[in-house]
Each structure stands twice: as structure tokens, then as C-alpha cells.
């Protein structure tokens, strides 16, 4: 049985459940691959730290050249994160004829075109599932389930800290700085939550979806992203009483001959499949012309399930070793559609005013709506503060343009008889 | 640019639809595989019959060894269904060297491991991921994206007509026989649906599934089958108090050195994905032990969702020509797991009788279930029925031996005070 040799570029909570998959499982993996797949080496920085699995000393290096110049690996796991230095172990992989698989959203949002690229002028793999939702398969699905498609509109839940976030929020009304800190006590948010929090990563992983969705480059900086610390627990319960929930989506559409790609609270139908995904979960809402709705739903974050779709990855690239043939990474970008400007965007919307308790003040919200020609769908008042004489209006929106909305509610908050917006969010449906 | 020929043999909902995009598309998806693919025949029973669109009538021929003979097609479709001829076809086609794409649940769950292997003698690809789901990808993640897992547990919902019935009893507390009507008056049951209504065409889905997820030949015969006529819309309002939608799951789980395959309804907590699959809905719902839990959601039947995925079949296999490597179909069936009888399997068990409205009637009932050591979980007594004199009582059983259950509700049956025993409903968790 042909030998293929892999090595693993970090060894931290993926790496180790990569690392001890490999080793532990390599003789079932071996025979689903009708190849030997044999983990040679894994980078790490100390030697001497303590592992979660009693790794043999040799299998570890701190010198990168061990892997880079060792001609029997085949294929370079990358497990470092962040942009550098992985961006450089990425290249000098490929450069060096070996197949590449990682997990890095940050690397391939703003350089997996151009890795895909090299890749193939060296006619080596680069897969990159669990850079996407990790153990959910979402990318490979796209890219081959949905071929005959044309994609029209991505919905996703992306992000587990902030949906874990979102989820406490809702079912135990509390705000949003009480409900980080117990995501950071479990471990679910980071000490310095802003990747999370302001869509940051969501907005990576969107890019990625994006482009494979729609065949276009999207770069991460063209994501419209708006995060959600904002949001009070009040509006959960009004949403709640309209009929819907609140998630932090990542949105792109196909609108005309543009395509829109944001990141944001959105209110969702609490009759959706994206409306009953709680806690750390994740899940991808794809619709196609032929297939029509297909939602993806799993773990989206984690050392075991990024561990199950990085060694997919490896066991993919050593399969087609196995079987001859030359590999081509896919990554299609053959057209170029245009980022909509998120001020043009139409979509219904949800906001909810302070307003001091006097007789006219619907007339004047009602009038400066008209004005931007927003029309309404719903109102709730709310809240009457007996001792502050003020009361909370709750709008629903028809579908209406950002920029008129953006105005109007600007427009709003100057009025005298308005303390303040407190919320303005995106209904999707 | 070479050329992959494709034949198509029958040009119904799905087989029309499939002809469309391979004509209408063909540059586009060439362009994504390398390589020209081309529709070259399809094989019909009546060249005068109106079809859905206008196909050149040199495409469409009654003779099938014009398909077969033609050495010019590289991969042959089979949408003609049913067991035969469609075994037949298939067998010849391999045998003659070409690669096929089924979307035939029977002829795969009956025979799927012989054609295998007969493929693999030739060379040749054999791709069915339509069979199961038909627009939902799930064998191809199950077999690539999860290949590092062990699978535990596969609960799904793969029969869009069932699930269809079984919502329209919920939602509007309709009669079983009236919502199969409804059901049948829009096309989504057969005039004759007992190989939906019976659970056969799960029993099919589940041993494909079952196969993969577990490597080992699961025989649609050794799935045991409970269909849905018996089903009372009481059942669906008392399930929904206690905390639970009723569907038709298809179930297959490891338990010890053993397998369990089931297809029956079954009580599913209303707050799993499962129980929110609502309509002509499918999803499939995987545990494995690195990944968690995964569900894959969306059309699991009808002419576009299939043929999406059949065109897909036909672009990997056309991609993997275009490669150059040397194919092999997989179905790892290197385990013999045996299938343990349903007597064994232990679960929680809801039920519901009629009984008379008297007293001591709830002990005697306790007394049976206790001398058959099951323990209850809930009792609920419902409608006093004051003109018959009789009462309805629903019990949820802690977890049980399905053999001491059933010899309890046969021992009920006959208790003098108890009118009939109206539905056993095992629960899944």
C-alpha cells in the first residue's frame, strides 16, 4: 500500500484532535483510502507543554523546515490561525508541491483566490471545509451537490458565540453584557469578544460562501457588518409577540445585476428552520434554482468537529493521490458581480422609539414615515413609564430603502417629543 | 475540449427536467468540469407524447441499444424506476463499461452493493445520491465529509408524503383518511400511497443510509416497518401537551454489537430540528463522534430537487474523466453488524386507551405495566366522554423493553374496564 505522509502545522485544540484522529484511527482511514495515510510531524512552539494526548516526542518539532523539506509529506495540515504566519506556510506548502488543508477563515476570505491559483499552477489541492461552520460540510456541498444551480440567496447562522449570545438573551431576558460575560466564563467568547461580536468573523466566513456561491470574488472588506451589542432584551420579547426571533445573520443575495453581502441582527420568522437554531449552533440556508431550500445544521466551532472535516479534507486530497489522477482545486470565480451599496438595500424593518406620553406623537412618526415614503406595517405601544410619562413604540415596516429608513429614523430621533431609537433592525425572510 | 457523452433512459418528471439543464446549461457546467458534457440520447416509451419542453426529436429514441451501443456516451442515467428493467439497465451499462447515476432507492437498497462491485470490476463510477432525499446532499456527506467519524445514530424524515400527512393532522386535527385525501387530490400520494403510507419507500432510504453511516449491508427486509394509518389527530394533540410532534422517522442506531433499523412514527421533542421538518420536507439527522450532531433539511422529492442533484452526479463523474484518475465507486461494506429484532430495542413507548369511567380503573392498569416492569413517565386522563361513560388516559413509559410493552398493551386490551388501546407510539429522543 502506497505511503502518503502528512504534516501538521499546529498543535493547539484542533491540532491535537487532528493529530490524535490520525494516529489513532490510521488503520481504518487507511483502508477507506486504499493508502497508507501517515502522520510524519507536528510544528509546535514548545516542546515541553503539556498535551491534551500523550504525543510521541518525536512526532513533534518546533522547526518548520522538518515538514517543509521532509519529501515524504504529502499533504501540510495548517492549524496555526490568524493571518500570519499561516499566509506564508500556506504558500511555501504549495510552492513546495505539497496539497495544503486548513481551517483558516481569515487566510482564504482574503487570499484564497490567489492561493487556489498557485495551487493549481502547481497542480496541488488546497481544501478548506472547516474554514466555514467546521464540522457542518457546507462548502463541498456547494461546490458539487448544488453544481447545476444557480445560487440565489445565502442565509446563515456562522457564528456560535454570538447566536450562544443571542440564545440566552431571548429565553432569559437578560442584556447583553451579562450574557457575554457568561459566554466568556464558559469559554464560548474570547476575553477581546470583538471578532465575534461585531461580525468580524461572520463577515470572513460570508465572503467565502459568497464567492463559491456566486462564482465572484468577495472580499471580506466589502461585507456590509454591523454587530450586536446593541441590542437590548426588550426587543427579543416584542419580536417574539410579531413572530419572530433574533439571530446575527450573514446575507448574500443575488439582487438584479448586483449582489448584496451583509452581516447583521436580523429578525427571522420564528416559523423557520435559521429561527430554531440556538446556542452554539450553526446552520447555512442555501436556495437554489432547482433544488429549491436546503439548511445545514451542526456544530460551528470546536476542536472534535473542526477535527471531523479537516481530516475529511485530508482523507479527500490522499484518496485522489491514491487514484492518479491531477488534481484541480476548484474555485470558480468566473464572473464578476458588483457589491450593492448597503444603502440601497430593500428589505422590511424593525424599530422600536421612547417617545414621551402625549397626545400627537404617533401623528409625527407617522408623518416623518410618510415623508420617506416608508410605509407601516405593524405598531405596538408599549411600556407606559407612569413616572417618566414616556411610553415605547414598537414599527414594523413594509419593505423599504435603507437610505429612506436611515433618514427617517435620524429625522425621528431630532424630534422633541422622541428620547430615543433604540433599536433598528432588518427583518429577512 | 473532450467530450463526455451522457445517456438518459426515461424522460418523465425527473428525466425531463435533468434533459433540460444538460441542454440548456451546457456551457456553463462544461466549463466548471473541463470538459464538453453532452445529452446525446434519451430513451422513451412513446415518441408522440407531449413532453414538458421541446426536445429535438433526433434526441429521443425507443431503442435502448441505441444508448448502449453508442460508444460515444460515457455515463448513463437511469430514471426509469421500479426494480426492473431498471436492474437490468443498469447491469448493462456497467458491464459495458459506462458510468451510472441512479436515482432508484429500490434497485440501490436491494442490490446496491452487487452493482458496486460489479463497477469496481469495470471501472466504472456508480453515483445514487438521488435515491435518498433526492435534492438534499447526504450520502456523499456522509460517505466523504464524516469519514473520519464513527456514526452512532441516524434519525430522519425521508418520506415527503407521510411527513406531509402527518402535518396536516397536526396543524388542522384532521382524520388520517382525510388529509391522505388532500393529500392525493395535490399530487403528493399516489392513488395507491401504501408504499408511502407503509413506510416501504423509508425502508428503502434507511437501508441506503444505514449502510453507509454503518459500513455494513443493511437489506431493506430487515427494517422493521410501522406505517402511519393508524394514527389518531388525539395522539397528535396529546403528544403536543407533553411536548412533542409525531413523525415518521427512520431510524438506525448502534447499540452495542448490534444494529437497530426502524421505520415507524414516533413522538420527537418539539424542540429538535426534527420536529420542526414540517410539509414535503425531508432532513437527515447524523450523530457522530467527533462531529455532533449534523441535519441536513430540504426537498426530498420532485422533479427539479432531483434532477439537481442527478445533473450533479453526472458533473463529478464527468470532472473525475476530465481528471484522469482511475475510478472507484465506494461502499465500505467491511462490517457485518446484525440487525437486532424490534422485541429487543428499549425506548420510552407512548399510549392511549379508552377505558370505562369507574373507579380502580387506573390501578389495574398500573398493576399491568408494573408486573411487566415498566414504569411510567407521565399519566394524563382525558375526555370524559359523560354519554359513554368512558374516559381517555395517555401514558408515557420510562425506558422499556419493546417485548414487555407490547405484551402489557396486549394484556390491557383485555382488561374488562378498558374499551381499547388506541396508539403505541415509541419515542425518540
Redesign the interface.
Known amino acids: 500500500m502506497r505511503e502518503i505522509g502528512v504534516g501538521l502545522l499546529g498543535l493547539g485544540v484542533v491540532g491535537s484532535?487532528v493529530a490524535h484522529?490520525l494516529l489513532q484511527?490510521s488503520e481504518r482511514?487507511s483502508?477507506?483510502v486504499?493508502a497508507s495515510v501517515t502522520l510524519k510531524k507536528a510544528l509546535v512552539r514548545d516542546l515541553a507543554k503539556r498535551r491534551t494526548y500523550p504525543f510521541p516526542p518525536e512526532l513533534l518539532t518546533v522547526n518548520v523546515d522538518e515538514i517543509f523539506n521532509d519529501p515524504s509529506i504529502d499533504i501540510v495540515i495548517e492549524l496555526v490561525g490568524g493571518e500570519q504566519p499561516a499566509l506564508d506556510y500556506i504558500r511555501r506548502a504549495i510552492t513546495g508541491d505539497k496539497h495544503v488543508v486548513t481551517a483558516n477563515k481569515e487566510v482564504i476570505a482574503k487570499n484564497g483566490y490567489r492561493l487556489l491559483s498557485l495551487a493549481t499552477q502547481h497542480e496541488v489541492d488546497l481544501r478548506y471545509?472547516a474554514s466555514v461552520c467546521s464540522?457542518?460540510?457546507v462548502l463541498?456541498?456547494l461546490q458539487?451537490?448544488?453544481?447545476?444551480?444557480e445560487i440565489s440567496a445565502i442565509r446563515a447562522i456562522v457564528n456560535g458565540t454570538t447566536n450562544y449570545i443571542l440564545t440566552k438573551m431571548a429565553r432569559e431576558d437578560l442584556p447583553y453584557e451579562q450574557a457575554l460575560r457568561e459566554a466568556q466564563e464558559l469559554g464560548y467568547a474570547e476575553p477581546d469578544p470583538t471578532n465575534d461580536v461585531e461580525g468580524i468573523d461572520a463577515a470572513y466566513k460570508l465572503a467565502i460562501l459568497a464567492s463559491l456561491a456566486f462564482h465572484t470574488p468577495v472580499r471580506p472588506s466589502e461585507v456590509s457588518r454591523e454587530g450586536i451589542s446593541n441590542l437590548d432584551p426588550k426587543d427579543f420579547t416584542y419580536a417574539h409577540e410579531l413572530g419572530y426571533a433574533v439571530k446575527l445573520l450573514a446575507i448574500a443575495k443575488q439582487r438584479g445585476e448586483t449582489l448584496e453581502a451583509r452581516v447583521h441582527p436580523a429578525l427571522t420568522p420564528l416559523?423557520t428552520?435559521l429561527a430554531?437554531v440556538d446556542g452554539v449552533y450553526n446552520a447555512v440556508q442555501v436556495e437554489?434554482?432547482?433544488?429549491?431550500?436546503?439548511?445545514?445544521?451542526?456544530?460551528g466551532a470546536g476542536g472534535?468537529?473542526t477535527?471531523?472535516?479537516v481530516?475529511?479534507d485530508v482523507?479527500?486530497i490522499a484518496r485522489?493521490i491514491a487514484?492518479?489522477?491531477?488534481?484541480?482545486p476548484?474555485m470558480?470565480l468566473?464572473r464578476r458581480i458588483p457589491i450593492a451599496p448597503m444603502f440601497e438595500i430593500v428589505t422590511r424593518y424593525y424599530f422600536r422609539l421612547s417617545v414621551a406620553d402625549q397626545p400627537g406623537v404617533l401623528a409625527q412618526i407617522a408623518r416623518v414615515l410618510g415623508d420617506h415614503r416608508i410605509s407601516i406595517s405593524s405598531v405596538i405601544q408599549k411600556e407606559l413609564d407612569e413616572a417618566a410619562q414616556t411610553a415605547q413604540i414598537v414599527i414594523l415596516t413594509h419593505p423599504s430603502v435603507e437610505q429612506s429608513v436611515q433618514s427617517a429614523v435620524a429625522e425621528l430621533a431630532a424630534l422633541p417629543l422622541v428620547n430615543r431609537v433604540g433599536a433598528l433592525i432588518r427583518v429577512e425572510h
Not at 487514484?323 to 484541480?328: A, S, T, V
Open positions: 484532535e484522529i484511527r482511514l483502508e477507506q486504499g471545509e464540522g457542518i460540510p463541498s456541498p458539487q451537490d448544488l453544481a447545476a444551480n416559523d428552520q430554531t437554489g434554482d432547482l433544488v429549491g431550500t436546503l439548511v445545514f445544521y451542526g456544530r472534535r468537529p477535527s471531523s472535516t481530516v475529511a482523507l479527500t485522489n487514484m492518479g489522477g491531477i488534481i484541480k476548484r470558480e468566473n
